[in-house]
């Protein structure tokens, strides 16, 4: 009676029957377009590209500007951030802000608080890195 499966896929394919199929070169983990480029600071993503990741991150990080009320840096609570946006849910407020790290927009960072020799509580510190204005001519970030 004839074949297998497996035998009429192999001949299908070209390949002898009873032999493994050659395994996939290693690329070590280097995307398919080519080499890491090592040394150089990713870019930062286009406001259209944080939206489409999280409908909430926009929304964050203008409160997180407030928050910072024109310093570098500031420590919002999430609920925080849940009451200046008027997001209900915390998830989506963490979902936000490791959107906007990812974006390269924001750093987090967390800050032990410490009460004489305890640990009292760990603040969220956030550094806001990308400022500037929306330039519509260029469609740049400035």
């Known amino acids: 009676m004839g074949e297998t499966a497996a035998e009429i896929e192999a001949r ?24 890491k480029r090592r040394g150089r600071k990713p870019e930062p993503w286009t406001l259209r590209r944080v939206s489409e990741a999280c409908w909430a991150a926009p929304t964050v990080y203008l409160a997180l500007l407030e928050a ?9 609570t999430r609920a ?13 407020v963490s979902a936000a802000l490791t959107v906007l790290e990812s974006a390269g927009w924001i750093r987090r960072s967390h800050v032990p608080v410490t009460v004489g020799t305890k ?17 519509p001519s260029t469609g740049r970030i400035t």
Do not use: E, N, W
């Not at 925080?80 to 989506?92: H, Q």
């Not at 640990?119 to 330039?135: P, S």
């Open 68 to 76: 910072a009320a024109g310093a570098s840096t500031c420590t919002p």
């Open 12 to 35: 299908y394919l070209g390949m002898v029957p009873g032999k493994r199929a050659p395994k996939p070169p290693k690329t070590d983990g280097a995307p398919a377009g080519g080499p």
């Open 80 to 92: 925080t951030l849940c009451d200046a946006t008027g997001i209900r849910r915390l998830k989506t």
């Open 119 to 135: 640990r009292a509580a760990t603040l969220l510190r956030i550094r806001v890195l990308r400022k500037g204005q929306y330039a």
